[in-house]
């Protein structure tokens, strides 16, 4: 029997995505958690087959989360269901450890498609991944100046990217206004850019932007 975790802050889509997959395997056992620290406390109780995990939830830092269950829970597959750009988020968070990356406006047949690769040990990677890693081909990691930032910098630049206001992310990360500030002039100066439109120019070259 299957048992799953989905952490999603967002009552309708946790409901959804465990009707499926109650009607996919029968029996499973799922779980819930609506941040990361929900999240955590249910790992502590027990063993998952896969964690569907959404990368946008109120005072929850997850790209940590997914890096701290990477280290904690090495063997937990972990498949990233998301509304966020796969563009800007997908190759992050698989280089901290999930298995593989879903936007929720997917068709049923591809969820359900990417929860079995996912299950059977193997990375599921959309065609659009596959598209942005192919132009991506012939640059060396180390060209790419948003791979300096910290993951809290990095969510707090791509946040910038989406059109949210310091005082939003500030909200939405729980955070302090001048906290949010801080980072931003940090970004700036790691990706050498002195605006945002500076830094939008630099996502478009490396397919970071919205």
Partial sequence: ??????????????????????????????????DGQSAL???KERQYDLAMLDIQMPNTDTLSLM????????????????????NIYAQRYLKAGARGFLNKDSPMEEIQRAIEVVLS?????????????AANAGKKPDENPFNKLSSREF???NLLLSGHTISQISKNLNLGVSTVGTHKSRIFEKLNVTNLLEMKALADHYHLST
């Fill in 1 to 34: 029997m299957n048992t799953f975790l989905i952490i999603d802050d967002h009552v309708v889509v946790r409901s959804g995505i465990k009707t499926l997959l109650s009607e996919i395997y029968k029996p499973c056992a799922i779980f819930e958690a609506q």
């Fill in 41 to 43: 406390d249910q790992l």
């Fill in 67 to 86: 890096e701290t269950i990477r280290n904690r829970y090495p063997d937990l597959k972990v498949l990233v269901f998301s509304m966020s750009p796969e």
């Fill in 121 to 133: 040990g193997k990375k599921y990677i959309s065609d659009t991944l596959i598209e942005i890693l």
């Fill in 155 to 157: 969510e707090i630049a």
